[in-house]
C-alpha cells in the first residue's frame, strides 16, 4: 500500500523547481510501482511464457 511517508519520501527526491504535473506524476508512479509488488507477492504475474502468448493473440 501506498503511505503517505512513501509519497512524502518520492516527492522529497524531485528538483525544488518542480511542476505540480511533474509531482502527480511521480504519485502516480509509485502507485503503480507499489500495485505491481503486491501482485508479485500474491503470485498475480504471468510467466514469460504465459505472456509470449497472449502477445501473440493480441499481435493476431
Known sequence: MLTKEKVISGIQKLP????IDEILDQIVLLEKIEKGLDQADNNLVLSEKELDAKIVRWLD
Open 16 to 19: 525544488d523547481n518542480v511542476t
